[in-house]
Structures are given as C-alpha cells and as structure tokens.
C-alpha cells in the first residue's frame, strides 16, 4: 500500500467522536516532535511554514515552500500532507509533479485569492485536472472558503465542496466554519470533512468536532504560534 493510500486509508469509518487529528509542522524539527508523541500523519500550515521561513501567509515562493515540505518529509516516517495554497500559478501536471517530488501525499488547495472567492465551476474543472494529473498518487483537500470571505450561508458552501467532491477531491475543508453548523454542514456534504480547531480553549475539542461532524481535525499555523508565544516567554526570562 503506498504512503497516499495508507494516507487515504486513516480518513475513512472514522467512528463519530473520533476523528483524525493532525497537527500542523512547520519545519523539520516540529515534525519530529508530533510524530514522537504518537500522531499516525501530518499536515504542514501555508502559514506556519511561512512564518518560519521569514515571510508573511501568502508570500512563500513556490520554490521555498516545496522546498520546507521536502525537508519536513524527510526527518519523519509517517505520511505528510502539504498546504500549497492556490497552487502557486502552477499547472496541474506541474503541481502534481512537484508535490511528489517533495514526497508528499497530499494537498491543501485553496477556492479563493485575495479573498475573493473563485468561480466555483471554474476551480472544479480544475480541481478535476489536478485529480487527473495524479490519479490516487495524492490526497486532495479542496479547501471551501465561504466563512473566510464572510459568505455565512452554510449552504453556499455545500454547493461549493459538492462541485469539488465531484470533480475528484478526497476531503472537503469549510476553513472558518462555525461549529454550530457543522451537522448542517455534515449533513450535506459527501465524504470526510476537515474543520480547524483553535487552541485558546474558546472552541469545542477535536473530540467534540468530531461528534458534531468532522473526520479530521486540523489547526492551521496555531501550533506553530503557540510555540512562538512560549519561546518569547522563555527569551524575555533570560533577559537580565
């Protein structure tokens, strides 16, 4: 079974209750500490990983952020994930090639730039060459981003990940979505859902997502600035 498969494999009969968590890396080191502590999988932060490198969410060159993925992927042995945002202008053939190269199994791809919502059918047809271009090599987790641009109506964003789980993506993720709609959002939606949880103890827990609807749990670039606060917390102690 290859690693996109042992990937795909950990999303499915998810019991309610219990869904898949994966905490986010943003470089080599951090990666190391989740799978220690026992995480089956991982999925890097657009954000985090931009952080890390220097550079505000959003402006990570292409060639940096594949670059972090690969050495991300390389100091664990457990199946890594990667968010590369909208795909960089990159063609589908060419994404698919360079997500590979990096060695991972799966991707986050952004409805939205700037935040202006895309056409929907117009990102699901190419949501679908994407699929094509990588048969069941990837994983594909077409990011709704309905909340995020401020559409509230729970059901515009139903329509949207129904054009993307026709067009071939594995998992559906309505970033921003409050939890109160998530059984709406369950309800109507075919296949795993992924939802964000915060870390600041002000949202349910991954356990509570789950029971309301999630089949995976992420938490975007929060682990990474979490361990930035911590740091600052320590460097401000050492100072005399």
Not at 27 to 51: C, I, M, N, Q, Y
Not at 57 to 74: K, L, N, Q, S, T
Not at 115 to 134: F, N, Q
């Amino acid at each position: 079974m290859s690693e996109a498969e042992v990937f795909r494999s950990l999303h499915r009969q998810r019991a309610q209750g219990d869904p898949l968590v994966l905490p986010g890396p943003w470089d080599a080191a951090s990666a190391r500490v989740f799978t220690e502590a026992g995480f089956p999988a991982l999925a890097t932060p657009s954000a985090g990983v931009a952080a890390s490198l220097g550079y505000a969410d959003g402006e990570v060159p292409a060639e940096e952020m594949f670059a972090a993925v690969a050495r991300i992927v390389r100091a664990v042995d457990v199946p890594v994930s990667a968010d590369v945002e909208g795909g960089y202008g990159l063609a589908p053939k060419e994404l698919v090639e360079r997500l590979l190269e990096a060695g991972a199994v799966g991707c986050n791809l952004e409805d939205s730039a700037g935040g202006v919502l895309k056409d929907p059918h117009a990102h699901a047809d190419w949501l679908a060459e994407v699929r094509s271009a990588a048969a069941d090599r990837l994983f594909l987790n077409a990011r709704v981003d309905t909340f995020a641009c401020k559409v509230t109506d729970p059901g515009r964003a139903i329509e949207r990940a129904a054009l993307y789980v026709a067009a071939g993506a594995d998992c559906v993720y309505p970033i921003g979505a409050p939890a109160a709609v998530l059984p709406l959002l369950r309800s109507g939606i075919q296949g795993p859902i992924n939802i964000g949880a915060r870390l600041d103890g002000e949202g349910p827990s991954p356990a509570e997502l789950g029971e309301l609807g999630a089949t995976r749990v992420t938490f975007g670039p929060g682990l990474q600035r979490r361990a930035g606060e911590a740091l600052r917390e320590i460097a401000e102690r050492l100072l005399p």
